[in-house]
């Protein structure tokens, strides 16, 4: 079975430009999350779908940050402009039904970093 | 509010060595979730294992075991007879109420 899916892996992008990370989660998972991971720290959570609906977005700055899954599949993170803080790891995860019994599996992540 | 405190940072091991990585977490409620996860220099966070608050039951897996005691709130991870491989970021989560929080892992450097 395929795991979670991310392109690209890395990206390099100076302050105030546009940058959008793609993810496609393992087939079947309703569930999809974008986290955010700063050196040195745990993922933290921006946004939860559940199919195309968002559970959860209290974590995402909604004045720089968007993200979409139209047809409850993939989804596309977009960042616009950038800041030099948002250099990070960004990590897809999927679940089952997004209970909290479920276990989350992770993407390969994509390495921002804002010059 | 749920909290998880990786206390160690950074542990260095000896291969062959056993080590412990702690993790000690917060919660009002009664069911609830914990989570292991390993993060190799690849970056893909990896599960390792998944408890529930109402399964005490120590679980072995290999050369890996958990310890789970409510008591403490304390889910803490062994690795025995530990190899370079394991080197890596380890991070526990409590899940609660659809809602998952990471500490801040510990960085397990196993030296040759």
């Known amino acids: 079975e395929a795991g979670v899916a991310q392109s690209p892996r890395y990206k390099i992008i100076e302050k105030r430009q546009s940058v959008a990370f793609w993810c496609n989660p393992i087939?079947?998972?309703?569930?999809l999350y974008w986290y955010q991971q700063i050196l040195g720290q745990g993922p933290k959570l921006l946004i939860q779908?559940?199919?195309?609906?968002?559970?959860?977005d209290s974590q995402l700055p909604k004045d720089r940050f968007s993200a979409e899954r139209l047809k409850g599949v993939d989804s596309t993170l977009k960042i616009q402009p950038a800041k030099l803080e948002d250099s990070a790891v960004y990590l897809c995860?999927?679940?089952?039904?997004?209970?909290?019994?479920?276990?989350?599996?992770f993407g390969p992540g994509t390495r921002l970093t804002v010059l | 509010a749920q909290k998880v405190t990786q206390a160690q940072t950074e542990i260095s091991v000896v291969e062959k060595e056993d080590v412990t990585l702690d993790c000690v977490y917060e919660?009002?409620?009664?069911?609830?979730?914990l989570f292991w996860y390993k993060q190799p220099p690849s970056g893909e966070l990896v599960f390792l294992i998944r408890?529930?608050?109402?399964?005490?039951q120590n679980e072995i897996s290999g050369r890996y075991s958990w310890n789970f005691q409510k008591s403490t709130s304390s889910f803490n991870f062994t690795i025995t007879a530990s190899q370079v491989v394991d080197s890596a970021v380890y991070f526990c989560?409590?899940?609660?109420?659809?809602?998952?929080?990471f500490g801040k892992g510990t960085r397990l450097h196993i030296l040759p």
């Open positions: 408890r529930n608050s109402f399964d005490e």
């Open positions: 087939s079947g998972h309703a569930t």
């Open positions: 995860a999927s679940s089952l039904y997004g209970r909290a019994m479920d276990t989350q599996y």
């Open positions: 779908f559940q199919n195309n609906g968002v559970v959860d």
């Open positions: 989560a409590l899940n609660e109420r659809d809602k998952i929080i």
């Open positions: 919660t009002r409620d009664t069911t609830y979730y």
